[in-house]
Every structure is written in C-alpha cells, then in structure tokens.
C-alpha cells in the first residue's frame, strides 16, 4: 500500500499528525520541487539501503484535446536530469536543532575519550546524557520525547540499546 501525505507547515522534514505513519512505514520518500525539477529523496528504508535520489524537469506538453473554448489542453511530462547537488542536512525545527547540537557535542565528548583510551569504534550517548543536556538547554521531559520521536522516525538517529548514535 502506498500513502501520499504532505509535510508540515513548520518543519518541512516530517509529515504533520501523529508519528505513527512515519514509524510505522517500510520506506519514506520526499517530493520536492526546486525551481523546474522535482527531486525524490528516500528519508527512511527500513530493510536496506537507501537508494540515490531521482529528479525530473518537468517539460509541458501538449496533447491532442481541446477545452471547452478551443484552446489546446497541456499536461506534464517528466524528464530525467542530474539530481541537482544539496546539503544532505535534513531541514530542523528549533527544538530538534537544539537536541541535535546536544547530541553531537556529547558524541565529540565521547569520541575525544575513547579516542584518548585508544579504543576505536562508534561513540554512542546514552539516554540519560542526552535527556539531561537536552533539559538542560532548556527543553521540557515531553518535548524531549516528542524530539527523539521524530528524530528517529526521520532516520535521523539511531537507538542501539540504551543509548544513541547519530545516523547524519
């Protein structure tokens, strides 16, 4: 089954409502129209990769029909091009902007560590660091949750256990 929905108003990067479409869905794919193409971006694959991203110029066309008063009636076709080069950033509101620099100061934090004790690997944060430099900088216990919420369902995030890894 496929569902067409629209982003919100706000942040352009989720879809408006509740989180259960997103989190519930195998893959998400963005439309966007920049200028004269159209750009499709996967935001979420569930069981595999993620697959490049496509756009097309739209090119009017004309077809062999008439109105009701004469004129020719056009359509649209999709033309293939270049994906026309972006910042891979997702688009962030203030309060997932503001758990994002948490998050990745205290993922340099961990990294710096582990890279001083001569270990290799990925730098996780647990959730209770996180909670507390998100509440810290002044976001509430719900809006924490609601954040990491969206956050994961946009693929942003990962959870590995107790703890978060940056997926960007």
């Known amino acids: 089954m496929i569902v067409i929905h629209h982003c919100g108003h706000g942040d352009k990067g989720r879809s408006r409502g509740g989180s259960q479409l997103p989190a519930n869905a195998d893959a998400i794919f963005a439309v966007e129209r920049r200028e004269d193409i159209c750009v499709m971006t996967c935001q979420k694959m569930k069981n595999g990769k993620e697959p490049p991203a496509l756009a097309w ?15 020719p009636i056009t359509s649209v076709i999709l033309e293939p091009v270049t994906t026309p080069q972006a910042s891979k ?6 309060n997932q902007r503001i758990a994002m620099d948490a ?22 944060v647990s959730v209770k660091d996180w909670n507390k430099a998100m509440r810290e900088a002044g976001l509430t216990k719900n809006r924490c949750y609601e954040v990491k919420q969206t956050l994961l369902d946009r693929g942003v995030i990962e959870l590995e256990g107790d703890c978060y890894v940056r997926a960007i």
């Open 57 to 71: 110029r739209m090119e009017t066309q004309k077809t062999k029909w008439l109105d009701e008063d004469g004129a």
């Open 89 to 94: 950033k997702p688009a962030f509101g203030d």
């Open 103 to 124: 998050l990745k100061r205290l993922t340099q934090e961990h990294e710096a560590r582990l890279a001083d004790a001569g270990i290799e690997g990925t730098a996780r």
